[in-house]
């Protein structure tokens, strides 16, 4: 089948990553047209963290530069997005993509996996999305071991995840270990991988979400930050104060990135 023809994005770097100015049905439709069309593709949900993770390391930053889609999903981002030109840019959130992408899967039978997380929360995120998304169809979900993989482990799960013929792949592993297990698993597993970090974790009820006016007011790191303040206060009090100076001196034309 030919792909849609779908027309190019508009983009902008932040600090030398790109973000591209699309919305939940612009980046689910290209989602769906991929997946009919059996294209192996990557799509990564950019946040400050990942920012900073870019700016950080060029190497990383040239990963998630080469992924066809990348959504601005950090208030933050979409902020500068919108002063840098695209003006009605939407917040394109990962977890509310990650559902828009399972329901229109439905539509189009298309089977979805899950790769990342532990066994007890891929067990309650599978149930409550089937349970929430009627005549989802989960053809493949796998917690991996938190160290590094075997090369036979690696094709072992290569296999399992072709064999199992899903057309979408849900990475939960983490930024930046998603974008780097998708960029080094895109010619090898058969599928369009989404990586949408903690998505897992909401959806099976473990970490809880921040309301939505501090969503809305770009206050969600505050929220995680409580929740989780020895995981994330690195994240978080160490990369958001240079995130807002380095993107003032790119505003300002003050430095080139």
Known sequence: MHNRQFNPLKYQYILGMRVD?????????RVMDWATSGDFRSVCIANVHMAMEAYDSQDFRNIVNRADVITPDGMPLVLLLRILGLKNQPRVYGPTLMKHICEASVRI???VGFYGSTPETLKALVKNLTNSIPNLDVGYNYSPPFRPLTSEEDETIVRE???SKIKILFVGLGCPKQERWMAAHRDRVKTVMVGVGAGFDFYAGTVKQAPQWMMLAG????FRLCMEPKRLWRRYLYNNPRFLGLAALQLLKLRDF
């Open 161 to 163: 995840i072709n064999v």
């Open 109 to 111: 039978g298309a089977s």
């Open 219 to 222: 206050l969600e790191w505050l």
């Open 21 to 29: 100015g699309t919305s939940y049905k612009d980046t689910t439709k």
